[in-house]
């Protein structure tokens, strides 16, 4: 009989269906978003379902003691390197890997051979001939010849008897050398300034690839578009140059007192200690000979701790101010700037350590404090780029675009400085979780000096989603070029600007994502992990929001069906019907305006699109109604606005 019962029922619903009248046609499928079958896999001995490392979390560890020069004439670099790496994992290690990323600038590389014709010449000036890479020679294992081989922008090294696992050191060491590319991929370069050329160095020295239980030996070739994934380690690092050069480097300097004038090693003192901007060579002293020690070369020592990388840049041209930096613990850290002749000024670089100590201060204040002794801004020919304790950015940067760069260059201390996320696979895990905390950024610095206005998303969305667009969750070599700055960039952060303030609140946003970054401070997450600890610390199943944002490309339409009062009289109130047209869905939004002026906004949660694409919103009214307008703040990347209001005739 129940059966029976149960049969006529779903004839009936059949039947009510074919009679249903939507007013649009929706490509909208629950089933699809809300699908319960989410994270591909449950918790690991190393990491926790909660998105946490779990208690047999291991990681790899690799310290550097390097000595280098330059030859300025030459555009040259040239070193020794001596690498002591340490395997924690549970396994032995048979061969070791190693990432030589100058090699990408030799011209028969394989991003030389992936690059566009019509491509500017970034990499590596390849249209005007030149021809880069890695010189290596002298390698050594614990003091005894290696026996290895090069691809491209990898190096392994075969080893005699493996590193063995629990935490067996081995020590590495070799001599390299490379030439200088004018234009180093947007991340290195030389700026030929009127007092002498700047030379912006990175990716210079031979580097661990990381070797972890996601994936082994993690060894993508450098092809320019990906960046980077690190071991961390301790960095211990000399750089002879020109006397008269000025070099600022990754962590602290050891030696001022060797490298700098009595007069300038004062002011470097000062300014350790003064909350505003102490120059500590000025315009007037870049072309005063008797402004630096004398002698023919210099060697300036650099050491950094618990860090991923160093870099650094060395110029005769460099102006040099410095002030302090107050961290939330008490501690203090220095924020310096250096700049050519030609970017001095205050609408310029004049107030680039002032830039730097905001935003520095400020992201340690918000999410976790800034770990390392110094950071400092370099205006070079790159147009911004990041490494531990050290930025490059365009020399003509001016007033909020310097700023703006700035900003987010020492952001990506948080990411993926502090939390070392895999780049070469996610650059959104860095690009994007920095644009967010930059959107931030803008209404903190200075009472809103560069305070952006609010953005028109339903404009946006056509530029968001339009035919040639890419999901968010692809590598960044696999991107079309032209996309990397939506897919990498913009929309990752909005998305994040979404769920803090549309779908979980400032509080509950906030509160995880600080812990994520506590979690994953200079450890290595995947995508997986930050995802399970906004799930699990927010206390929501945001698996919709993570497949349709990030590993999807969805598309979102929200839209008004029909206005009707209910038993046709408004003495009784409205009823709303409200339609989701495509695949993405988000909360709803929902303000209404009545005769007499009456304003109000009813808000519903992402839910009501669980099983159906419509929705029916009943509105506490007893009066005609002027206008009814879905996300009437045009914050939702609506792809059509049209539908969203609805007038009275």
Known sequence: MIQKCFSVVLLLTFYLAGFSQDKFASAYDPHALFSPLFYPNGET?????????????????????????????????????????KNNSPHDLPFLWLQLDQNLFNNKSRGQARMPVDSRSRYGDAKSGFNGGDNISNVQINDASANYTITDTRMQIRLAKPVKAGGESIKIKMDFSFTIPEYGADRCGILKTKNGDIFAVAQWYPRMCVFDEVQGWNTLPYLGPSEFYLEYG????????????IVVASGELQNASEVLTPTQNQRYESAKKSDKTVIIRSEKEVTDPAARPKGTTLTWHYKITNARDVSWASSKAFIW???????????????????????????????????????????????????????????????????????????????????????????????????????RKYGWMDEGFNTFINSLAHEDFNNGEYKEEPKNMQQMAQYLFNPNSEAILNTPDAMKEANIGTALYFKPGYGLELLRNEILGPERFDYAFRLYIQ????????????FRTMDNTAGEDLSWFWKGWFLENYKLDQAIESVKYEKDSEANGAIVTIANLDQMAMPVTLAYETVSGKKDVIRLPVEVWNNTHTWKVKLPTTEKLVSVVLDPNKILPDMDATNNTWKSN
């Not at 310029?348 to 905001?358: I, L, N, S």
């Not at 365009?394 to 502090?418: C, K, N, Y």
């Not at 979690?519 to 930050?530: I, L, M, N, S, V």
Request: glycine content about 8%.
């Open 234 to 245: 301790d960095f211990d690092f000399n750089i002879t140059v020109p006397a008269s050069h």
């Open 321 to 423: 101010d410095a002030a302090k930096m107050n961290l939330p613990s008490g501690k203090t850290s220095l924020a310096m700037s250096v700049y050519p002749a030609e970017s001095n000024g205050d609408k310029a670089w004049g107030r680039a350590t002032e830039y730097t100590k905001k935003s520095i201060e400020n992201y340690s204040k918000r999410w976790y404090e800034f770990p390392y002794p110094a950071a400092s801004n370099v205006a070079s020919n790159v147009g911004g780029m990041e490494y531990p304790g050290i930025v490059f950015c365009g020399s003509r940067a001016t007033q909020e675009g310097l700023f703006g760069v700035t900003d987010h260059e020492f952001g990506h201390t948080w990411f993926p400085m502090i939390v070392g996320s895999n780049e």
């Open 519 to 530: 979690r994953w401070a200079f450890k290595h997450p995947t995508p997986w992990d930050f």
């Open 45 to 85: 001995i190393t990491r926790a379902a909660s998105g946490e490392p779990n208690v047999g979390y291991w990681q790899n560890r690799a310290d550097y003691k390097i000595s280098a020069s330059l030859n300025e004439v030459a555009h040259q670099v040239s070193g020794t390197v001596t690498i002591t790496y």
